[in-house]
């Protein structure tokens, strides 16, 4: 039986395995824990699948021990093969820099690195990996490892299965992940690894090889976040959710959020946020009892867009909802009505046209909304047609660049619903 933080995470739903759980129960109640999770810098932003392990790491932070970030500058230019159907485009060495210096910046805002006791430490795993030799690395790591035991493992299975098959360099992927586990208890003290459950493979082969050098360490894993279908978690209808706000809006990740199917946003509230058990408990309930009223949802959203964007990119994504539910819209740039507005038609126009002034009919009969300028005009006198979200019924009104609702663009609306942006540029 388990006490303690391994307890309160197994209770959440946040621990889908680990090895020797009673050992490492006690490690936790007794001491600091150093304990890494790795990053392959496949692109310059993070995604909200990420995001689960990174909020774990700062849960066991939270909880007094030290959390270790691996970016794989080594490991990212070979591509793990786990869970994958197909090998990943190799990057180069500048590529793979560049999204480092990219996803560092992500994990500065969600894990404390400053703590003098606990604070994270960043590390490229390609400051160790780089400097063996193809012949030293076969002699040193090669040399552990059995060809039957690394052939067994299910992902390896599944790719050799596959009509693509597994390249040697995906196949030796897990050498490379287990040596920097054996090189981080040795360098850094650390005991734990944790990661994804598609990675248990490559966790036990790190846990197998560093127990041959004499050192105890340890593996905890943590369920894939998939949606009711088990569809990966984090992949929408306008594309992946990125952490990057200038990749992926705080709006629309409020919005993926805020869509969260009632089925499965209590586990959610459990895997992606601190917010206390009890209040769970009352948002589950919520959930059954008023599920209109979106609650669950709604803390969902708000909580996970505030851990990652702040309380001003929470701002900014509660305000741009309201706006494109039907509120004035004014003082926002073009950056964010793009954001808001991502998935609408849009039209260009010359800026002469609105420098010179152009009949907002007129304007009308130029986007996907009105077929012409007579079914614009009708529409204008039955007040079914918004400008910037202001109901407009003179059909004669002309439109400069005193209307605009950001630098450039206009926001047309036919009805409740049909948006269209028209761009003067």
């Not at 964007?309 to 305000?319: D, K, P």
């Not at 038609?345 to 002469?352: C, K």
């Amino acid at each position: 039986m388990t006490t303690g933080l391994l307890a309160q995470l197994t209770a959440r739903g946040i621990v889908e395995h680990c090895s020797d759980a009673a050992a490492l129960d006690k490690l936790f109640n007794t001491e600091t824990v150093a304990f890494y999770t790795g990053y392959d810098p496949t692109a310059a932003s993070l995604q909200i699948g990420n995001l689960f392990a990174i909020v774990t790491m700062r849960r066991l932070q939270l909880a007094g021990h030290k959390p270790v970030v691996i970016v794989g500058g080594a490991t990212g230019m070979i591509g793990d093969p786990s869970g994958k159907s197909v090998e990943r485009v190799l990057l180069s060495a500048a590529t793979v820099e560049k999204n480092i210096a990219a996803q560092k910046k992500q994990f500065q805002k969600l894990l404390d690195f400053d703590d003098p006791k606990n604070g994270a430490l960043l590390l490229n795993n390609y400051d160790w990996l780089g400097k063996f030799s193809f012949i030293d690395f076969l002699r040193e790591v090669g040399a552990r490892f059995r060809l039957g035991e690394m052939l067994a493992k299910e992902s390896v299975k599944r790719r050799l299965e596959s009509p693509v098959g597994l390249s040697f360099t995906e196949f030796c992927y897990q050498l490379l992940q287990s040596y920097d586990f054996c090189h981080l208890r040795r360098e850094y003290g650390v005991k734990l690894q944790v990661g994804g459950a598609d990675q248990w493979g490559n966790i036990a082969a790190g846990i197998d090889y560093t127990r041959k050098s004499g050192a105890e360490v340890f593996g905890l894993v943590v369920p894939l976040v998939t949606d009711a279908n088990g569809k990966k978690f984090g992949k929408s209808e306008g594309g992946t959710i990125y952490l990057d706000p200038n990749v992926t809006s705080p709006y629309q990740m409020y919005q993926f959020l805020l869509n969260a199917e009632d089925a499965m946003v209590v586990k959610y509230l459990n895997y992606f946020t601190f917010l206390p058990d009890a209040d769970v408990a009352e948002l589950a309930r919520l959930t059954q009892t008023a599920p209109e009223k979106r609650a669950a949802q709604k803390a969902l959203a708000g909580e996970v867009v505030r851990m990652v964007h702040g309380a001003e990119g929470l701002s900014a994504a509660e305000n741009a909802t309201k706006i494109f539910f039907g509120a004035k819209i004014e003082n926002l740039s073009d950056a964010q009505l793009n954001g808001i507005f991502a998935d609408v038609p849009a039209v260009a126009l010359p800026r002469g046209d609105l420098d010179a002034g152009i009949k907002l009919v007129d304007l009308l009969a130029q986007t996907p909304l009105f077929a012409s300028k007579g079914e614009a005009r009708r529409s204008l006198q039955q007040n079914g047609v918004t400008l910037n979200n202001e109901k407009i019924a003179d059909a004669d009104k002309t439109i400069t660049a005193a209307d605009l609702a950001s630098e450039t663009l206009l926001v047309l609306r036919k009805g409740k619903k049909s948006y269209c942006l028209a761009r003067f540029a």
